[in-house]
């Protein structure tokens, strides 16, 4: 079993991507690496050099990775699944609590508009990640044309994350892009409260329950928890 390093023109670059064989079997597994065909000057250079021992470094692990049986032909085909179907099956196996789905089917949403075609798991590096959280933070839109909320933002991601870890635990890839990759922090949520002045309008309103409507009262007044003594109390039912 034998793993090579091949190179091919795609475009302006040059694509860089594992050859296996095997039995007279032949498949191939693109890095989504790239080098410059005409590098000039030495940045250029560095920058082509550095490529190829990277992808030098990942032939050598798929090597040591066959020899010892934990990669093989099937781990290729694996690989060039549809990540973009994997995050439905996901989300139809949450259907069974509406907010989660909810927010799952949102996700999926922002993510098939930000990257309008067949992702494969072969597609998902760390850059994938970091650009699919830029995109929820500056460009992603709710329905109504707003940006998203900081809980929508930490939702959202948190999902997409947590569809790469379950990826890992089903053997789809052997690492986590996402780890490492900066969460949004959750949004303080928005509390209404009820003034003094509403609080008052409710106290001769009839109720049929007339120790809920108290349990309500007393609940409101715990918003002024700092405040609440006898002559506060006064005030409010006088």
Same mark, same amino acid.
């Given at each position: 079993m034998k793993v090579t390093l091949r190179e091919r023109l795609k475009g302006n670059s040059i694509s860089l991507y594992l050859d296996y064989y095997h039995k007279g079997k032949r498949? #191939? +597994? =693109? $890095?989504? $690496?790239? $080098?410059?065909?005409?590098?000039?000057?030495?940045? +250029?250079k560095d920058v082509n050099k550095k490529t190829r021992e990277l992808a030098e470094t990942i032939r050598a692990q798929r090597q040591i +990775?066959?020899? #010892?049986?934990t990669f093989g032909f099937h781990d290729i085909e694996k690989l060039k699944?549809? !990540?973009?179907a994997y995050l439905l099956k996901l989300s139809e196996d949450r259907n069974t609590s509406d907010g989660n789905y909810g927010n799952w089917d949102s996700m999926?949403?922002? !993510?098939? /508009? =930000?990257?309008?075609?067949? *992702?494969? =798991?072969?597609? @998902?590096?760390?850059? $994938? *990640?970091? #650009? =699919?959280? /830029?995109? @929820?933070?500056?460009k992603a839109e709710s329905k109504s044309k707003k940006k998203l909320s900081q809980n929508s933002k930490y939702s959202y991601f948190n999902k997409f994350k947590a569809a790469l870890k379950q990826a890992v635990k089903d053997g789809i890839i052997k690492t986590n892009p996402g780890e490492g990759v900066d969460t949004f922090k959750q949004g303080e949520p928005q509390r209404e409260f009820l003034t003094l002045e509403e609080l008052q309008k409710l106290i001769p309103v009839e109720c049929e329950l007339p120790e809920l409507k108290k349990a309500f009262l007393f609940s409101a007044l715990t918003v002024y928890v700092f405040k609440l003594n006898w002559t506060f109390a006064k005030r409010v039912f006088s």
């Open positions: 498949k #191939n +597994e =693109f $890095l989504r $690496l790239y $080098l410059n065909p005409d590098p000039k000057t030495k940045a +250029e +990775e066959m020899q #010892n049986g699944g549809s !990540f973009t999926i949403k922002h !993510f098939k /508009t =930000f990257a309008p075609y067949d *992702v494969s =798991f072969q597609d @998902l590096d760390r850059k $994938l *990640v970091e #650009n =699919f959280r /830029t995109y @929820l933070d500056s």
